[in-house]
Each structure stands twice: as structure tokens, then as C-alpha cells.
């Protein structure tokens, strides 16, 4: 957990806005460093679990008795108390900075873009652990930052950093910033495409009294190429996705100090996300695919490409690109099976493409869809990549995901 008592000479409390799973993280890293805080949650239930436990409060009248503000990643700027915050010109800090802050001499690598960055974090990580480096993973995948350790010299923080987190963030984050790609996303929180990648691009900025940033750009993002050795076939990546992900690791890791070999030999022992494509059984000429990170059409692109003889499990709570971009792999699919809020919505776009059934729930779609496959003259693939957030059913993509898996052994043992 990080070490806030660098923070005691402050002589005010802490106001946290939200009490999710980085707000909690806050407030415990609070408690351990002896340090005074209120909370609150709009979420009268959320609420009701902490009162207990936390210091509750309502900042939305006054915040001037407060040091400043951590509000959750997902908080809109336009929030009341974030308003309130910025007529009273109280700082407003993310969990991000206070941990970076309590780690000065640590080097951070920080990852984002619209798809990759959880594979590109977690593949990071892994390398960088194995070849014997003091690492810490997290940000927006895993453990919330305030969760993790406060590190020292010759230490790495890898973090994975959503839009969310940059915009809100008052310090610059990394050492070495790596910025994938970037495609229509979140628009709906961040309202222009321009807002959307000036909140990517604050993985730019500087952090004081460092050495000069490394900047690293994914193949998308139409800079040089990275000169790699030549390596074999990826056994979990695959894809021309997984290409880029792998060469923006390689490029982190050398950043880093690691040389070529200690890369290949470490990039060639990771397993993947177990949320990003990953196979999670097989039956027959049959194989189950948990994509439920899939949660844009553009990640989901990526699925139905490295893949044939789909049978797609789809749906969700739409994106405003509902499934745009996608039309050039319908010839893969076999049948649609579609799930939540999109199902209707999806039906009458995909009807004179492919045939749809409209599942409702994720089970009915893998028992549907497990029927079908063993029909197929053929190999086949059962693919969850949703093309849609998870909101409407589950609380989150893992969540999504941990369901199909479920669902998928249900139906096996039959």
C-alpha cells in the first residue's frame, strides 16, 4: 500500500470523492499513514457499507476546510463537487499522483490507447518481473494504484492508464510513455474525439526532476517502425494487434534496460489476459474464446480477426459506434447469438448478414450456440467479444467474462 505520510505537514483532511475500488485504496492508504480524510459515495448503498468504517461527508456545499480532492477515475468533470472544487480552487489530485508522489525515484512505465494497453501492461510486467526487476502493476488493470507499494530507486511502476485517470490527473505519470492507438471511444463521457486524445496525450507530459521522457508509439499511431529481432509465433498473442503489443513491450522493456535476449526469452513465457482472447476449453474440433474485453467494436475487430467459423456471442450496452467497422468480417460468422441491451438493436443490423438468434442472457447464447457448433460440419469457434461495455448485465468486462467461462464448463458437463 502506498506511503502518503509524506502528506501529514498538510494539516487538513483529504477530501475522496467515490468509493470504488480506487477509492477505497485511497482511504486505506489514508488510514495506514495516519492521515485525516472525509469520503462519500452519491451511491446511498456504497455509502451504507463504509459509514462504519470511514468519515462520511458531503463536499458538495463547501470544500475549504480540505487539502484537495481525489475523485474516482470515473467521475465527470462536470460533477458538482468537481465543480464546487474548481470555484473554491481546491486541487483536485487522482490516486495516481498520490502514489507517484510517495515514490519520486522509482521509474514509471505508463501504457494507454484505446485497445492493447491491458495486454501491453500485464506483458510488461511479466517481463520485466522475470528478469528479476522490483515490480509493480496495476493503474487501471489489477491492483488501484494506492493499493500498490511505495518504491524506490531502481523499482519500476507499470501502470495501465485509461483516459479517465489522465484527465483527472494534476502530475505528470511517466518515464516511459507508451500510447498505443487511438479510435472513437468513451465519446459519450468525453464528448469530441479532440477531448478524448487531448486526455490520452497527458501520458506526455514530463515528470519533474527525472531523466527525458521515452516516448513509444504503437504501429497505428503512424510513426518509424521499431526494428525487433525476428521471433517466433506468439503461442497465446496472436493477431496483428497482438504484433503491435508485443513491439510496444519490447520497446518499454529496452527503455527499461533489458537487453534483447532476457526480452524474447521472458515475451515468449506470458500467457495472456484471461479476458483477451483467451481459449478457456475445448471440446471436439470446438474451441471456447473469452473475449469479454472486446468491449468496442475495435478490440472486438480484432477477435473476429484471428479467428474463422465464428459463432459470436455479441451484445451489451452499445458504444456510439454500435458495430461499425466490423462489416468486413461477417463472412467468418456463422451466426450471431446476442445478449443485453443491444440485442434488439444488433438483430436489425446484422438480420440480412448472418443469421441472429436473440439470446437475451449469456447463457442462453453458449448453450444456443454450443448446439450449433457441434452441427458444424467442421472446426468451429464460440467467441464472447461483446463489442459493447458490460454495464447493462454484469458489474464489469471480468465479471462478463468469468460468467462465460462458467457457462461454457456448465454446458460441457452436461
Known amino acids: 500500500m502506498a506511503d502518503l505520510s509524506f502528506l501529514k505537514s ?12 480506487s477509492g477505497q485504496a485511497v482511504a486505506n492508504a489514508c488510514v495506514q499513514s495516519g492521515l485525516p480524510f472525509h469520503a462519500w459515495d452519491d451511491n446511498a448503498e456504497t455509502r451504507a457499507r463504509f459509514q462504519d468504517k470511514f468519515t462520511l461527508a458531503d463536499f458538495a456545499a463547501d470544500l475549504s476546510a480540505y487539502a484537495f480532492l ?23 489530485q487522482s490516486d495516481v499522483d498520490l502514489l507517484l508522489q510517495s515514490a519520486p525515484d522509482a521509474t514509471v512505465i505508463g501504457i494507454t490507447g484505446t485497445n492493447g494497453k491491458s495486454t501491453t501492461t500485464a506483458l510488461v510486467g511479466h517481463i520485466l518481473q522475470e528478469a528479476g526487476k522490483n515490480v509493480a502493476i496495476g493503474g487501471n488493470i489489477g491492483h488501484a494504484a494506492c493499493s500498490l507499494p511505495s518504491l524506490g530507486a531502481d523499482s519500476f511502476y507499470v501502470l495501465e492508464l485509461s483516459s479517465y485517470m489522465l484527465e483527472i490527473s494534476a502530475y505528470p505519470v511517466a518515464d516511459i510513455a507508451v500510447f498505443l492507438n487511438i479510435t472513437p471511444d468513451h ?22 526532476n527525472r531523466p527525458g521522457q521515452i516516448k513509444i508509439y504503437g504501429h497505428s499511431m503512424q510513426r518509424e517502425e521499431l526494428e525487433l529481432p525476428e521471433l517466433p509465433e506468439h503461442p497465446f498473442l496472436k493477431g496483428e494487434h497482438n504484433a503491435e503489443n508485443i513491439t510496444a513491450a519490447f520497446a518499454a522493456c529496452r527503455a527499461a534496460g533489458l537487453d534483447d535476449d532476457t526480452i524474447q526469452k521472458h515475451l515468449m513465457s506470458f500467457q495472456g489476459l484471461p479476458h ?11 474451441i471456447f474464446v473469452n473475449d469479454s474485453k472486446g468491449t468496442n467494436p475495435d478490440a472486438t475487430s480484432k477477435a473476429l480477426a484471428s479467428f474463422d467459423s465464428i459463432f459470436w456471442i455479441a451484445g451489451g450496452r452499445a458504444t456510439d459506434e454500435k458495430l461499425g467497422g466490423l462489416e468486413k468480417y461477417y463472412p ?30 449469456l447463457k442462453n447464447a453458449v448453450e444456443q450456440a454450443f448446439v450449433d457448433a457441434l452441427n458444424f460440419d467442421g472446426a468451429a469457434t464460440i467467441l464472447l467479444s461483446p463489442a459493447c461495455k458490460s454495464f447493462d448485465q454484469y458489474q464489469n468486462f471480468e465479471q462478463r467474462g468469468d460468467d462465460f467461462t462458467a457457462q461454457v464448463y456448465s454446458v460441457l458437463e452436461d
Not at 469530441?192 to 497527458?202: F, N
Not at 483477451?276 to 470446438?286: G, H, L, N, P, S
Not at 441491451?341 to 438468434?357: G, H, I, R
Open 10 to 21: 498538510l494539516n487538513k483532511p483529504i477530501a475522496i470523492l467515490g468509493l470504488g475500488v
Open 70 to 92: 481525489v475523485p474516482a477515475a470515473g467521475i465527470k468533470l462536470g460533477h458538482p463537487v468537481l465543480q464546487q472544487a474548481a470555484a473554491q480552487k481546491i486541487q483536485i
Open 332 to 361: 467468418k460468422i456463422r451466426k450471431a447469438y446476442l445478449i443485453g441491451e443491444a440485442a434488439d438493436e444488433f438483430a436489425d443490423l446484422l438480420k440480412n448478414e448472418m443469421p441472429v438468434s436473440i439470446c437475451g442472457m
Open 276 to 286: 483477451r482472447q483467451k481459449i478457456v476449453a475445448t471440446f471436439k474440433d470446438i
Open 187 to 208: 465519446l459519450d463521457w468525453h464528448g469530441t474525439m479532440e477531448k478524448y486524445s487531448a486526455a490520452k496525450e497527458k501520458i506526455f507530459r514530463q515528470r519533474p
